[in-house]
C-alpha cells in the first residue's frame, strides 16, 4: 500500500546548522505530498505542501522538493534556529484511495541546540 | 490558520466505561477524520468521514469505535467499552475538498487515559 519513510527517528543540531530530513515515498501516480510540524503538546501544523514533479513547497524557511525519479520529498532549511525543535512528519495523499485518507510517515525529533 | 477544536483536552475513564471525543472542524470542510498518536509515537490513521457515512477506517480503528456527525454538530469518536491499549492522544482533522491528498488542519488533540 501507499507509505512514507522517514530515515532519521532524531537529528541534533546546533543553531544555523544546515537540517535536511529524508523522506521517501511508495505510491502509484502523483500523490500529494506534505510536510508537518508537531510541538509539544500540539497537534500537527500543516507546514506546505507539492503536487506535481519538481515542484518545491516552502514555509518559513523550510523547503522540500517533489522527485518522482527518486521518489522523495526531503525536507531542507539553511541555518535552524532552537525555535525549530519538534517533531517533523511528512505525509502523502494516497492516490489509491478515493476516500482522501493522508499516511504520515513514523516521524522526526528535530532538536536545536543554543 | 484555520481552527479545529476538540473536547475535552484531557479525559481519565476506567475500562469498559464509554467516552465520546468531540471534535468542531473548520466552518466550511467536507472531510473529517480521527488520528491516534500513543506518546511519543506516529501518528496513525483510524477513519475518515465525509457527507455522514465512513469513507475510509484501518484496522486500529476496532469495532469498538463509532463516528458520526449529528445534523452538522460535533464531529464525534465514541469508544464502547474503552480497554488499556485505546489510551492515546486523538486527534481530529478536517479538510476542505474532495481531491486526494487535501491539506489537513488538526486540532490540539484529546489526551485519553484508560485505567
Known amino acids: 500500500g501507499d507509505s512514507v519513510t522517514q530515515t532519521e527517528g532524531q537529528v541534533a543540531l546546533s543553531e544555523e546548522d544546515f537540517l535536511t530530513i529524508h523522506c521517501n515515498y511508495s505510491?502509484?501516480?502523483?500523490?500529494?505530498l506534505f510536510w508537518y510540524v508537531q510541538y509539544p503538546g500540539e497537534g500537527p501544523q500543516f507546514l506546505f505542501r507539492?503536487?506535481?514533479?519538481?515542484e518545491k513547497g516552502s514555509s518559513r524557511g523550510f523547503e522540500a522538493t517533489y522527485d518522482k525519479g527518486t521518489t522523495s520529498f526531503h525536507l531542507r532549511k539553511a541555518s535552524v534556529q532552537e525555535s525549530d525543535s519538534a517533531v517533523y512528519y511528512c505525509?502523502?495523499?494516497?492516490?489509491?484511495?478515493?476516500?482522501?485518507?493522508?499516511?504520515f510517515g513514523t516521524g522526526t525529533r528535530l532538536q536545536v541546540l543554543p | 490558520g484555520p481552527k479545529v477544536l476538540q473536547i475535552p483536552s484531557h479525559q481519565i475513564i476506567d475500562m469498559g466505561q464509554m467516552v465520546t471525543l468531540n471534535c468542531d472542524p473548520v466552518?466550511?470542510?467536507?472531510?473529517f477524520y480521527w488520528y491516534k498518536q500513543i506518546l511519543g509515537q506516529q501518528m496513525e490513521f483510524l477513519v475518515n468521514?465525509?457527507?455522514?457515512?465512513?469513507?475510509?477506517k484501518s484496522k486500529l480503528f476496532k469495532d469498538q469505535f463509532s463516528v458520526e456527525r449529528p445534523d452538522g454538530s460535533y464531529f464525534t469518536l465514541k469508544i464502547q467499552p474503552t480497554a488499556l491499549e485505546d489510551s492515546a492522544v486523538y486527534f481530529c482533522?478536517?479538510?476542505?475538498?474532495?481531491?486526494?491528498?487535501?491539506?489537513?488542519?488538526f486540532g490540539e488533540g484529546s489526551r485519553l487515559i484508560v485505567v
Open positions: 482533522a478536517s479538510s476542505p475538498g474532495r481531491r486526494s491528498g487535501n491539506t489537513l488542519y
Open positions: 505510491a502509484s501516480g502523483y500523490p500529494a
Open positions: 507539492a503536487s506535481r514533479d519538481k
Open positions: 505525509a502523502l495523499g494516497a492516490p489509491s484511495s478515493n476516500t482522501n485518507k493522508v499516511v
Open positions: 466552518s466550511n470542510h467536507l472531510y
Open positions: 468521514f465525509y457527507n455522514g457515512k465512513v469513507m475510509e
